[in-house]
């Protein structure tokens, strides 16, 4: 069975830091890239980042870009997420997703998220 | 990075049939087909309904599919149930190389 559990979530102060981890299990991790996708409270989806499957590709959203780290560890099957210079709007359940690396079949499986609440 | 436009909300009687438009730019939508379609239900992860415009994932119900026209893509659903209410959502490849969300939709049965 195919799982993504997202943990590392808690609160935060202003200017703080968080280190998101997302531990996959039942499928290929290599074969995949990974993406982290967060969600404000009441508010639509919004992409933040993205790792191939060798993490030589990686792309941010400007909100994010130049505060935040994707970064993953094929040999224990764990995906991450630093997160520095935390920001009230960062607030959000973040919820790692996985795209097939070979072509485009869409975010084909997520977790079910962790919360981070920046507040002072 | 704008967020994909789509209707906040659309509702429809069960067994009747729904649309949800999704408007982006040609930047994103209008030249790539890497459009896909999400359905939330409340208090859960998204779940992937139709990938590459028009593609369903085994297990989808064939009543969900994709088309896209310009730099607008749709998702009708046929059939209206009343499991399938819910927030949906579109999303698109961009040409920066990132993935943009649109504005989600309510749908209510």
């Known amino acids: 069975e195919v799982q993504l559990v997202e943990s590392g979530g808690g609160v935060v102060k202003p200017g703080g830091s968080l280190r998101l981890s997302c531990a996959i299990s039942g499928f290929n991790f290599s074969t995949y890239s990974m993406n982290w996708v967060r969600q404000a409270p009441g508010k639509g989806l919004e992409w933040v980042s993205s790792?191939?499957?060798?993490?030589?590709?990686?792309y941010y959203s400007d909100s994010v870009k130049g505060r935040f780290t994707i970064s993953r560890d094929n040999a224990k099957n764990l995906l991450f997420l630093q997160m520095n210079s935390l920001r009230t709007e960062d607030t959000a359940v973040y919820h790692c997703?996985?795209?097939?690396?070979?072509?485009?079949?869409?975010?084909?499986?997520w977790g079910q998220g962790t919360l981070v609440s920046v507040s002072s | 990075q704008s967020a994909l436009t789509q209707p906040p909300s659309v509702s429809g009687s069960p067994g009747q049939s729904v649309t949800i438009s999704c408007t982006g730019t040609s930047s994103d939508v209008g030249t790539f087909n890497r459009v896909s379609w999400y359905q939330q239900p409340p208090g859960s992860a998204p779940k992937l309904l139709i990938y590459e415009v028009t593609n369903r994932p085994s297990g989808v119900p064939a009543r969900f599919s994709g088309s896209k026209s310009g730099n607008t893509a749709s998702l009708t659903i046929s059939g209206l149930q009343p499991e399938d209410e819910g927030d949906f959502y579109c999303?698109?490849?961009?040409?920066?190389?990132?993935?943009?969300f649109g504005t989600g939709t309510k749908v209510t049965v």
């Open positions: 999303s698109s490849y961009t040409s920066t190389r990132t993935y943009v």
């Open positions: 997703a996985r795209r097939w690396a070979y072509g485009d079949y869409g975010f084909d499986s």
């Open positions: 790792i191939n499957s060798i993490s030589n590709y990686i």
